[in-house]
């Protein structure tokens, strides 16, 4: 489908995303003709500038961060932008945005359809909301659509969230609202989707007959950087698990929808989340690592510790490193451990989820090979060297019986070719041609939250008392090696 005439609104646009993505991803959308002709982009933000400004800002922050896009395309999208500088809790920056998307409207032929992304402070999203509803700018009448992007954090935890989606609710309906998670913005993670339903040759084997178990890991080689406001309230398992490794557990967990409609994919998400196993509160002591780094070197660049940034406490006992070992309570998947495990400050920035297939009723090769063979495993390597690689066992050549691990390489940008992309394209696009699959539905938001509600109640009742526990530049904490080794597993090394 094509995009409609429309008009994107951005709160926030002073912010770092609006010049790091959104606009990188709208020029790309651009230099793909994928952009009307009649479409417009709005920003709002407490700073003062004047259109001009804004669009000089803005090409200079694609010139530097999406340096592969043409002048052409540029003045293109320049040509397109505006500024409006106003606080978000007065309602006279509405009249005025009112007044202005009227004469954007008149100008661009944009034809009434408001797409507004909420990049700013979770704070401000239901204020943003209803002073839009207040003006009827949210209402859609025949042939003209409203929408409303969120960035995360959606809710602190359950009852957080449950608010949140119930005063969204009485302001907007639930097909209005796109819950953005940029991990469904991923070439590779989409492509999980296609990997599990569009082969027969993986199809039969994905359950618990064949796959032993299933490591999930997103680890990044950064602190906390700047964030440490946030992050020191937040830690790991709100700000990656609840969200993101949930994304992609679901993926690979859940079943056939019935189609690829949004409420098809999004029941079946659901309905994967809601079957993982409550973990009681004794099992969150015995299946949860939680880790916090030390001072270290990450890629031979010291990283100062956690408690030293200044944005943090100096006894705080936030978690940059989490481990989980979940069960999925259904039919396909009973008895096996899915292992998730994410933090900051770790020896290497590698998102890869692994799927360690059950051994061969027989080994015959062990008595020459002296050695269990190394078990299958598929490799989806979400981030970075995109791609899949399947491990199985060979002959090694020579006069004895001796078996090695090989492996089968499928590497996106060697078949495909690199594109430049932000991981925003398709969501922003999805959204202006209304497709919702890749978005969060409000129930998905709060299971998530559901899940690790337990979780958080226990570490909350019992602070760590060894923290820090893992150093910069590490794989993180002892116990979360030994979370494996209790099950005879281990992590296989990612990256
Ligand atoms: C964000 C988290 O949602 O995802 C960050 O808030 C994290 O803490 C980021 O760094 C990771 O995203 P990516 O795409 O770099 O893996």
């Given amino acids: 489908p094509s995009i409609p005439p429309c008009t994107i609104v951005i709160f926030g646009a002073a912010g770092d995303l609006t010049k790091r993505k959104l606009i990188p991803a709208l020029g790309n959308l651009a230099k793909g003709h994928l952009l009307p002709d009649n479409f417009a982009i709005v920003g709002v933000a407490r700073a003062s500038m004047n259109h001009e400004e804004f669009r000089q800002a803005m090409n200079s922050a694609m010139q530097e961060l999406a340096p592969y896009l043409e002048a052409e395309?540029?003045?293109?999208?320049?040509?397109?932008?505006?500024?409006?500088?106003?606080?978000?809790?007065?309602?006279?920056?509405?009249?005025?945005?009112?007044?202005?998307?009227?004469?954007?409207?008149?100008?661009?032929?944009t034809q009434g359809n408001y797409l507004y992304y909420l990049a700013?402070?979770?704070?401000?999203?239901?204020?943003?909301?209803?002073?839009?509803?207040?003006?009827?700018?949210?209402?859609?009448?025949?042939?003209?659509?409203?929408?409303?992007i969120l960035e995360k954090p959606f809710g602190h935890d359950l009852i957080s969230a449950r608010v949140l989606n119930q005063t969204l609710s009485k302001a907007l309906k639930e097909h209005q609202i796109y819950r953005i998670d940029h991990y469904l913005g991923k070439e590779t993670v989409q492509n999980i989707l296609v990997?599990?339903?569009?082969?027969?040759?993986?199809?039969?084997?994905?359950?618990?007959?064949?796959?032993?178990?299933?490591?999930?890991?997103?680890?990044?080689?950064v602190g906390v950087e700047n964030r440490g406001g946030y992050y020191d309230v937040t830690g790991a398992l709100r700000d990656m698990v609840q969200n993101h490794l949930f994304q992609?557990?679901?993926?690979?967990?859940?079943?056939?929808?019935?189609?690829?409609?949004?409420?098809?994919?999004?029941?079946?998400?659901?309905?994967?989340?809601?079957?993982?196993?409550?973990?009681?509160?004794?099992?969150v002591l015995t299946h949860t690592v939680r880790g916090q780094y030390k001072a270290g070197t990450v890629q031979d660049k010291p990283l100062t510790a956690y408690q030293d940034d200044p944005k943090v406490a100096s006894d705080s006992v936030t978690e940059?490193?989490?481990?989980?070992?979940?069960?999925?309570?259904?039919?396909?998947?009973?008895?096996?451990?899915?292992?998730?495990r994410t933090g900051k400050a770790m020896s290497d920035r590698v998102s890869e989820i692994v799927i360690q297939f059950k051994q061969v009723p027989q080994v015959f090769f062990r008595q020459t090979s002296m050695e269990q063979p190394t078990p299958n495993l598929i490799r989806l390597r979400i981030q970075p060297?995109?791609?899949?690689?399947?491990?199985?066992?060979?002959?090694?050549?020579?006069?004895?019986?001796?078996?090695?691990?090989?492996?089968?390489?499928?590497?996106?940008?060697?078949?495909?070719?690199?594109?430049?992309?932000?991981?925003?394209?398709?969501l922003l696009y999805d959204c202006m041609v209304g497709d919702a699959t890749l978005f969060q539905r409000a129930d998905t938001v709060e299971i998530s939250w559901d899940v690790i509600t337990p979780v958080l109640d226990v570490w909350q009742s019992l602070p760590p008392r060894n923290f820090p526990n893992y150093t910069a530049g590490s794989?993180?904490?002892?116990?979360?090696?030994?979370?494996?080794?209790?099950?005879?597993?281990?992590?296989?090394e990612v990256g």
């Fill in 248 to 283: 992609l557990l679901a993926m690979i967990a859940m079943e056939p929808p019935i189609s690829f409609e949004a409420d098809a994919v999004r029941d079946e998400k659901t309905k994967l989340l809601r079957s993982i196993r409550p973990l009681q509160p004794e099992e």
């Fill in 385 to 426: 060297n995109e791609g899949i690689h399947v491990q199985f066992g060979a002959k090694v050549p020579g006069p004895v019986m001796k078996t090695g691990a090989v492996e089968m390489d499928f590497c996106y940008a060697k078949h495909f070719g690199t594109s430049p992309s932000t991981g925003y394209e398709t």
């Fill in 73 to 109: 395309q540029r003045d293109w999208l320049c040509k397109r932008l505006y500024y409006l500088s106003g606080e978000f809790k007065q309602a006279e920056t509405y009249d005025r945005l009112q007044q202005l998307l009227d004469q954007i409207d008149h100008t661009h032929h």
């Fill in 475 to 492: 794989w993180g904490p002892q116990e979360s090696d030994a979370l494996l080794q209790q099950d005879q597993r281990h992590w296989w």
């Fill in 195 to 221: 990997f599990r339903f569009g082969n027969g040759l993986f199809d039969p084997l994905w359950n618990h007959r064949y796959i032993d178990h299933v490591q999930i890991t997103v680890a990044e080689q």
């Fill in 120 to 148: 700013t402070a979770p704070e401000f999203f239901c204020e943003i909301i209803w002073q839009l509803h207040s003006l009827g700018l949210v209402d859609e009448t025949a042939g003209q659509w409203r929408r409303a």
């Fill in 320 to 340: 940059t490193f989490v481990a989980l070992k979940l069960f999925i309570d259904n039919w396909r998947w009973t008895g096996v451990p899915f292992y998730l």
